[in-house]
């Protein structure tokens, strides 16, 4: 993987076929429980395969009514209020999935390896859309803001150093990534969440940025299995995400491509010093 300069208009004709290479790039390390499946596929994984995906995790794929998550063919669109996609999960368990498309693949991976943090943001669609269908509301609302960004965009960062941490909600890009770095290889994880961040990790480009929520742990969290760090988030995402106050405020801005390792073009100090992609903290801009 490649990017272009910082200046540079994203190419948006990116991948359109089935390359089962992506899973390469660090950035999608929390599917690596899936890797060798995923690795067999030679065309688009159909909604069949996706189940068989489900069954490696072996883990509870619920939403939060309860019912058993399974993906299906997209349907015609509808405007009854138990057949539009949040209601429709929420009811029946059925995730109406696209074929041949990278979002809705990439959204399919995320339900089946942060299954509870998924069902919370489900949840959080379903009651607004309840709400709002009583009382007549058109609007979002913060709440789904909030939780649409998150899923879209979202990057959980765990570390057992706070210092790390203050670096980064300080936006001191330059000192976390680059001068800290082995501190932050040994101290803190960044795992996307975001099907739609994947999605644009397929072609890298400078101005990439999460919407993180972060988590301060112990050590041994991070020296855990994968599977089980994976598993310790998703739980904890939940009370985070249903909090009522929940706004896109508590989401920390990352520009992501900074962290160590997951770029080759990030393995020297002048790529730190791109202002327009690490950019300070706002209290710190001119103008």
């Not at 599917?31 to 996706?50: A, G, M, Q, Y």
């Not at 943090?117 to 979002?140: P, V, W």
């Not at 994968?226 to 939940?238: A, C, F, G, P, S």
Request: glycine share 4%; aromatic share 12%; hydrophobic share 35%.
């Amino acid at each position: 993987m490649s990017v272009g300069p910082v200046d540079k208009q994203r190419n948006e004709n990116h991948l359109v076929h089935w390359e089962p290479n992506f899973l390469s790039s660090s950035i999608f390390q929390p599917f690596d429980s899936l890797r060798d499946t995923i690795n067999k596929f030679s065309e688009w994984p159909s909604v069949d395969d996706l189940e068989c995906l489900k069954q490696i995790v072996n883990r509870s794929v619920h939403t939060r009514s309860g019912k058993p998550l399974r993906f299906v063919p997209q349907s015609m669109p509808s405007n009854e209020f138990s057949q539009q996609y949040e209601p429709r999960i929420f009811q029946t368990g059925e995730v109406q999935t696209r074929k041949n498309n990278w979002h809705d693949f990439f959204n399919a991976l995320v339900w089946i390896t942060f299954p509870q943090a998924k069902a919370a943001l489900n949840q959080i669609h379903f009651n607004a859309l309840q709400c709002a269908l009583k009382d007549g509301q058109k609007q979002r609302g913060p709440l789904r803001d909030a939780a649409t960004l998150f899923d879209e965009s979202g990057v959980v960062v765990v570390c057992s150093d706070k210092a790390l941490t203050d670096l980064l909600r300080n936006h001191e890009w330059k000192k976390l990534f680059w001068e800290q770095r082995e501190a932050v290889l040994s101290s803190m994880r960044f795992f996307v969440f975001g099907h739609g961040l994947y999605e644009k990790a397929l072609n890298p480009y400078l101005g990439m940025t999460g919407k993180s929520i972060i988590f301060d742990v112990e050590q041994s969290l991070l020296n855990l299995p994968l599977l089980e760090q994976i598993k310790t988030l998703d739980e904890r995402l939940v009370p985070f995400l249903l909090q009522e106050k929940f706004t896109s405020a508590d989401l920390v801005p990352i520009p992501i491509l900074g962290y160590p390792s997951w770029l080759p073009d990030n393995n020297c100090e002048v790529f730190y010093e791109n202002k327009q992609y690490f950019r300070p903290h706002p209290s710190r801009r001119k103008g």
